[in-house]
């Protein structure tokens, strides 16, 4: 375990450097998903063909297939970037689609009864939308979303693999090609720093669900 | 407009023209956008038949040799893909159905086991079998395929059969507890009722979210691409592109075959769902980890 312990800076800096990534990725595709979403349930049909289009093609082509189209394709058209920017963009793009899907699917779990009885006492269209569905629309959505970005977090990884140089994944391939540690140590150690993120959202994130559940 | 009703009426004719305004401008927005992107690609030369002539073109020199390695490619992909889901489907059953039938203390390390997988990254657990199985003196390099495959197919089967094991155990605790009661009173021991009664229910309520996980899985096969393990779709495409210079037309028919492929396995996932009419209703149907690859 020597090969932790004498890199244990390493790692640190390298676990900050992963969270940066997944802190940048969750604002950024929180956004985007937001306005994607919005797109996906508006009452405009040229909108929701967009939204429909933008979550169909994303969800089914591979976050490498993205990455590459970003690291490579750019470059073609004159756009040059860090590769950092390049990875970061990618997986805000990538997650954008899951993110929409997870807070659709919170939308359309409220039931219309819901606005019909908001619209029957009276309310005008913000209060019914601000005060009856959205809250409810907002609670059912934490669940799907935060699993979102834990997998967000985990997809990070594939930015380091990308030749990022900031993050856990690239500590553990520096390490073990360019420093010659054993492949064992190390990757144990990277794979510690991710689950030390994963494990307590996860469980974070089931108190949290079983928290904001509704009985429906 | 089912999709959406909770949040607007049935629109007037008010609304109706409002809606229509905003949807004329919406559209001529994202036409604009994308008349931007065109022309910018336009500018760059990228419409260039010299570029696109190697994919689209059957007539130009390059075209027979680029399909071909791309179909060796697509081959190469669906192999991967058709190992690991195979050995995660059985391994991910096993494991499900341990975690379910052993004792308090047996299942505590197929629990942490379980945890420990589905907390990390695919490309961690892939990484991890490219390195470390070397060094522990596994030689893989003579089966059939070389070793890139087998470690991809190893990492990709090391996280996913704990998804699976999950899918497995949320459809069953998704059955009426009457079920495996049922099966217990006419005799059958606990095993058989859960292989012959509680299994089959099980597997068929998670068809769709089993489905969504095998397009994870054929996504995830193209990591091998970035860790260079394994000439897949991506990479295959990839070396294309560097030979002939033009990664964007290449990337973009590899993403097309990516998207037709898991459009389509996506298309039934939603058409067995549909389709499934369950003569026991769940329970409830525990949340399945988000499909997010």
Not at chain 2, 202 to 207: D, F, K, P
Not at chain 2, 272 to 280: G, I, L, P
Request: aromatic share 8%; glycine share 10%; charged share 10%.
């Amino acid at each position: 375990m020597d090969a932790i312990t004498a890199n244990l800076d390493f790692f640190w800096n390298g676990f900050l450097g992963s969270l940066t990534i997944c802190l940048w990725g969750a604002v950024g595709s929180l956004i985007l998903g937001t306005i994607i979403a919005t797109c996906r349930v508006s009452p405009v049909a040229p909108l929701r063909s967009f939204g429909t289009a933008w979550v169909t093609v994303i969800r089914n082509c591979p976050f490498t297939v993205v990455l590459f189209m970003f690291a490579f394709g750019l470059p073609e058209i004159g756009v040059n970037a860090d590769y950092y920017v390049f990875g970061l963009a990618a997986l805000i793009i990538y997650t954008s689609a899951f993110v929409c899907e997870g807070l659709r699917s919170g939308i359309n779990s409220v039931s219309a009864g819901q606005a019909e009885a908001a619209r029957a006492i009276g309310l005008t269209f913000t209060q019914t939308l601000t005060q009856i569905v959205l809250p409810q629309a907002f609670r059912t959505s934490i669940p799907p979303v935060g699993s979102v970005i834990i997998a967000m977090f985990k997809n990070s990884a594939v930015v380091g693999a990308f030749g990022v140089g900031r993050d856990l994944y690239s500590v553990g391939e520096s390490l073990t090609s360019a420093q010659g540690y054993a492949a064992l140590p190390v990757l144990t150690g990277v794979a510690i720093g991710y689950l030390m993120i994963t494990l307590p959202a996860g469980l974070g994130l089931g108190v949290l669900e079983r928290k904001v559940a509704i009985a429906r | 407009m089912s999709n959406a009703s909770v949040l607007y009426d049935a629109p007037g004719p008010r609304a109706r023209r409002k809606a229509a305004i905003i949807g004329v401008i919406a559209t001529l927005v994202v036409l604009m956008l994308l008349g931007l992107v065109v022309r910018r690609l336009a500018d760059q030369g990228q419409f260039a038949g010299k570029l696109w002539g190697p994919v689209l073109d059957p007539s130009n020199e390059n075209f027979p040799l680029v399909w071909n390695l791309l179909a060796k490619g697509v081959v190469a992909t669906l192999t991967a893909a058709v190992l690991a889901i195979g050995f995660s489907l059985i391994i991910g059953s096993v494991v499900g159905v341990a975690r379910m039938m052993l004792g308090h203390w047996a299942r505590l390390p197929v629990v942490a086991g379980i945890e420990l997988f589905r907390g990390l990254p695919v490309v961690i657990t892939i990484y991890f079998a490219s390195r470390v199985l070397p060094e522990l003196g596994v030689d893989l390099s003579g089966m059939p395929g070389g070793s890139g495959l087998w470690f991809l197919v190893i990492g990709l089967t090391a996280y996913n059969c704990v998804i699976i094991a999950e899918i497995i155990r949320a459809g069953v605790v998704s059955l009426p507890s009457g079920q495996r009661e049922a099966g217990l009173a006419i005799g059958l021991s606990p095993g058989a009722s859960m292989r012959l009664i509680l299994l089959p229910q099980a597997i068929r309520v998670m068809l769709p979210a089993l489905i969504s996980q095998i397009v994870v899985i054929l996504k995830d096969t193209s990591l091998a691409a970035v860790l260079g393990l394994y000439t897949e779709l991506l990479r295959q495409g990839n070396l294309i592109a560097l030979n002939l210079d033009n990664p964007i037309q290449i990337l973009s028919v590899v993403a097309v075959i990516f998207i037709l492929i898991n459009y389509s396995l996506s298309r039934l996932a939603t058409w067995v769902d549909q389709r499934s009419v369950r003569k026991t209703p769940p329970k409830r149907v525990a949340p399945v980890p988000a499909e997010v690859g």
